[in-house]
């Protein structure tokens, strides 16, 4: 059996005279943690759809665990974007219901249910009516709803949207456990920074086509900006003609706050540039600038996210 | 299709007959209902009956024989013996209902006791003076008499009733509290004891007369094809094959309705992903269908029980038979899978409930021909038009279910069986359209399907 938990190839989706996946070839290795970004429209969905068989592909190959995900449908735990609960059935019967959906043995379930929803930090609501929770409680039991029967592969689409920064923690926290457990996960977002602070591994999506494979380290290490942020405490021209005159200096810019930028050239250290610098006075902050995922999206694309999150004059310098 | 597979439609479809079913609404609206009705049905007539007040007083009659009086007393109490239990049993003979133990009659009759005519009589007075009129009619105003009839000599006179016997009237004056009942009964009783006092002078006996022209009681009997095999005739047969589509109608489209709203419920909540991570299409369409069968069988449970209540209580099973109730059982079930494939078709295309109005439509047009079908089917159960609607998908159970039961003679087999047959076949046919639509319906969002994108669906998925 090939380590892939998803293998697809080739895979392409066509809706009307819309192309929402183009020739998209995707393996996520067992016990990955992999983020699936891109903006808004850029196929994620219709990808994860197709991966879970809920739609079939016009064309290409697609293997999930080996096989056809309708076959392993109670060894995938799935969070769908357009997610809701039957808004009259009581939680716990929800959970139930959908429990033994996934193959889960009845007896075990009321336990299994009563300590799940402690964990999400929802006790004693079983015998609530879905419609009578927030709707950030039902996002958690739809979360909880999504690996009640502890899945082996984890799609888990937009899992944030909706949540408080709080409940989006808890989230994040309970992600990280269920991947410790050896669990592959796979999350799409176009909220590029939550992925960033989760994901081992990052593919990023845009307008159906594939535009980033790789772990986060080496796409760290591919868009590193090589740039030393420092802001002195004096005048900042100073500092700037300072760092100007070292060898390992490629160029120097002040921005409008009064920050000094100083972009390193390749193979240097940049802990000797950072020495001079408060060496040559009093600094506020001096710090090693990181490529985000929003200004690597930027770049692979040529154009501004719709969120707005990445500033375009930093991801000039990628 | 694997055991894991079958469990997860019974999962399904126990969850669809719990939320639907065993839900206060439900069993109230259509459980406790209807048996609520069905007694009211019944209670309310005895009810009715008991608020009547019966008619008790002195009638004043101004006329010029003297006779009126005691023609009008005889005329009551003959009325009251016949009213306690002769109209009883005159009106369920009527309907064809056995009541030979007279419970029935004895009922009704009981009940309506208090509503017959009560302890009237009434007292002559000859126009004698210019003022008798007027003053009587001042002693009813005070409540002396309940009412002040004047009765013109000439209509009593059997000499002159011959030609000019419609030129006079009688005058009949009435308080203004008599209630309209009250008025009609003493102006009957009136009328008809002026046709007595006719006789009377003519030297006829009434009695007679009457007996003469009594028509006599004609008991209907149907020949069986079989001898000894007849069978009575009654106006409730009817009713039955009436009933059994209205049941069938009922049945098939309650449940029908809750798998329509179900499943737009689940598209609008977007519940239904998640329910697809864990169940194929297919398998979801049958548990629903399932499990609003057990609905739409505890419906038919619900009111066709009461129905053979009813008919058990009226002593008319002869007009049902095991095996007719086993073919109702056949074509009961042919009719709720097409009923249930319509609705699930049309349920997943749709987002919300008023878009499915525009795909009802059609359907109940083609569904709503049974019911102008009623009168030609049970008055020729075996003709051509009652054969081919029998055959005729997607109407073929409802008209079946009507032949069978208004059929005096019984639905030729080979009919009953070619009728499943195309009704097997067409619900085949319409379960695998609404499977194929439901798979592209139920993930779609937006404006719905035109019915040709439909027929597209059926023809891609």
Redesign the interface.
């Known amino acids: 059996m090939s380590s892939n938990c998803i293998d697809l190839g080739e895979v392409a989706k066509t809706f009307g005279g819309t192309r929402a996946v183009r020739d998209l070839n995707l393996q996520i290795p067992s016990g990955s943690l992999c983020g699936f970004l891109g903006p808004n429209g850029a196929g994620k969905s219709t990808t994860i759809?197709m991966i879970?068989s809920?739609?079939r592909p016009d064309r290409g190959s697609l293997r999930v665990l080996g096989g056809d995900a309708?076959d392993h449908?109670?060894r995938?735990g799935?969070?769908?974007e357009?997610?809701?609960?039957?808004?009259?059935?009581k939680v716990a019967d929800y959970l139930r219901?959908?429990g033994?959906?996934?193959?889960v043995d009845a007896a075990s379930l009321r336990k299994l249910i009563t300590e799940s929803l402690e964990r999400i930090g929802l006790p004693g609501v079983e015998k609530k009516r879905c419609e009578e929770l927030s709707k950030g409680m039902q996002q958690k039991v739809?979360f909880l709803?999504?690996i009640i029967h502890k899945p082996e592969l984890i799609i888990l689409d937009e899992p944030f949207s909706g949540l408080d920064p709080v409940n989006a923690m808890l989230l994040h926290d309970l992600i990280r456990e269920l991947h410790d457990e050896g669990r592959t996960i796979l999350f799409s977002t176009h909220v590029l920074h939550q992925a960033e602070r989760m994901c081992d591994r990052i593919v990023m999506i845009d307008q159906g086509s594939k535009v980033l494979d790789d772990e986060l380290e080496t796409i760290r290490e591919r868009f590193d900006p090589r740039t030393i942020i420092a802001e002195p405490l004096g005048d900042p021209a100073e500092l700037s003609s300072l760092l100007k005159n070292a060898p390992e200096v490629e160029s120097i810019e002040i921005d409008d706050e009064g920050r000094v930028h100083a972009r390193l050239r390749q193979d240097i250290d940049a802990d000797r540039v950072m020495a001079a610098a408060i060496a040559g006075g009093p600094l506020r902050s001096i710090e090693r600038a990181r490529t985000t995922l929003d200004e690597v999206f930027l770049h692979l694309v040529n154009r501004p996210l719709q969120h707005g999150a990445a500033d375009p004059a930093e991801a000039a310098h990628v | 299709m694997s055991d894991r597979n079958l469990a997860k439609i019974g999962v399904i479809a126990w969850r669809e007959f719990r939320h639907t079913a065993l839900t206060k609404a439900f069993l109230f609206g259509a459980v406790i209902l209807p048996i609520g009705m069905m007694g009211m049905l019944l209670v309310l007539p005895l009810l009715f009956a008991s608020q009547f007040k019966p008619l008790i007083g002195e009638v004043a009659v101004v006329d010029s024989t003297g006779s009126f009086a005691g023609a009008f007393d005889a005329l009551v109490v003959e009325r009251r013996d016949r009213d306690r239990s002769g109209d009883a049993e005159e009106v369920i003979r009527r309907l064809g209902i056995d009541d030979r133990g007279g419970m029935l009659s004895g009922g009704i009759a009981a009940a309506a006791e208090d509503a017959a005519v009560g302890e009237v009589t009434a007292t002559d007075f000859k126009p004698n003076s210019d003022d008798l009129v007027e003053r009587l009619k001042k002693e009813a105003r005070d409540g002396r008499w309940i009412a002040v009839a004047v009765i013109p000599e000439e209509l009593l006179d059997e000499a002159d009733a011959t030609e000019e016997q419609k030129a006079p009237m009688i005058d009949l004056f009435l308080p203004k509290e008599t209630s309209p009942r009250h008025g009609d009964e003493i102006s009957d009783l009136i009328r008809s004891t002026t046709v007595r006092v006719r006789f009377s002078a003519a030297g006829d006996d009434f009695e007679r007369v009457q007996t003469m022209l009594d028509r006599p009681t004609v008991d209907v009997r149907r020949l069986g094809s079989e001898a000894g095999k007849e069978s009575g005739d009654s106006k409730l047969r009817m009713l039955i094959p009436f009933g059994f589509m209205m049941l069938l109608w009922i049945a098939t489209f309650t449940a029908g309705n809750f798998l329509l709203t179900s499943t737009i419920e689940e598209k609008s909540n977007k519940v239904i992903e998640v329910v697809l991570s864990a169940v194929g299409p297919l398998q979801l369409l049958w548990g629903k269908i399932l499990g609003l069968a057990l609905v739409s069988l505890v419906i038919l449970i619900t009111y066709g029980g009461l129905a053979i209540a009813g008919i058990a209580a009226l002593a008319l099973t002869e007009l049902l038979s095991i095996t007719v109730l086993l073919w109702a059982v056949v074509f009961f079930l042919i009719a709720y899978f097409t009923v249930a494939a319509l609705m699930a078709a049309i349920g997943s295309a749709v987002n919300e409930l008023s878009e499915a109005q525009t795909f009802m439509a059609p359907v109940m047009v083609v569904l709503i021909v049974p019911m102008l079908l009623w009168m030609p089917i049970s008055e020729n159960p075996n003709g051509t038009l009652a054969v081919v609607a029998s055959m005729l998908p997607p109407i073929l159970p409802f008209a079946m279910v009507m032949r069978i039961g208004a059929a005096t003679d019984p639905v030729p087999v080979w009919q009953l069986l070619l009728s499943t047959g195309i009704g097997i076949g067409s619900v085949v046919g319409l379960v695998w359209a609404a499977s194929r639509i439901f798979r592209v319906g139920i993930l779609m969002q937006g404006k719905p399907p035109s019915p040709l994108e439909l027929i597209r669906w059926i023809r891609q998925a």
Do not use: C, F, S, T
Not at chain 1, 100 to 103: C, D, S
């Open positions: 759809r879970m809920i739609i309708l449908k109670d995938i799935y969070l769908p357009e997610r809701g609960v039957y808004r009259k059935m219901y959908i033994r959906l996934k193959g739809q709803a999504a």
